[in-house]
Nanobody, 126 residues
Framework: QVQLVESGGGLVQAGGSLRLSCAASGRTFSSYAVGWFRQAPGKEREFVSAIVGSGNTYSADSLKGRFTIARDNAKNTVYLEMNSLKPEDTAVYRC????????????????????WGQGTQVTVSS
C-alpha cells in the first residue's frame, strides 16, 4: 500500500512561484508513475503533469514552460515546481501514483492511478 501526502500549497500573488511536494510512504515507489491533477471549484479534475519510472515526464500543453515535475527517489518524493502563477491556477492539487507496468498512453487519465493523496490548496491572487 502506498500513502501519499502533498504539501507546499498556499496563497501566492500572480506571477509568483510555489513548489508542491508529494511524499510517499509505505514502500518505495521509484518505479511508480506519479501524476499531479488539479480541480478548481465547479470544474472537472484536470491533468497537470506526470513522471513515470523511467524518468520521462508529461505535462498538459497549456502548462508547459511554467510547471515542471521532478522526483527524488532517495526521498520518495515527487515535486511540482510552479512558476508564473496565474489566478486560473487556483485549485486543489492532488498527486496520484500508479504501479509499474504503467501504460504511458493513459498517463493523463486519472483512472490510471491507484493511490491518491488528500490534496493541497493553491490560491493565486490577482
Amino acid at each position: 500500500q502506498v500513502q501519499l501526502v502533498e504539501s507546499g500549497g498556499g496563497l501566492v500573488q500572480a506571477g509568483g512561484s510555489l513548489r508542491l511536494s508529494c511524499a510517499a510512504s509505505g514502500r518505495t515507489f521509484s518505479s511508480y508513475a506519479v501524476g499531479w491533477f488539479r480541480q478548481a471549484p465547479g470544474k472537472e479534475r484536470e491533468f497537470v503533469s506526470a513522471i513515470v519510472g523511467s524518468g520521462n515526464t508529461y505535462s498538459a500543453d497549456s502548462l508547459k514552460g511554467r510547471f515542471t515535475i521532478a522526483r527524488d527517489n532517495a526521498k520518495n518524493t515527487v515535486y511540482l515546481e510552479m512558476n508564473s502563477l496565474k489566478p486560473e491556477d487556483t485549485a486543489v492539487y492532488r498527486c496520484a501514483a500508479g504501479p509499474s507496468p504503467f501504460n504511458t498512453n493513459l498517463v493523463r487519465s486519472s483512472t490510471s492511478y491507484q493511490h491518491w493523496g488528500q490534496g493541497t490548496q493553491v490560491t493565486v491572487s490577482s
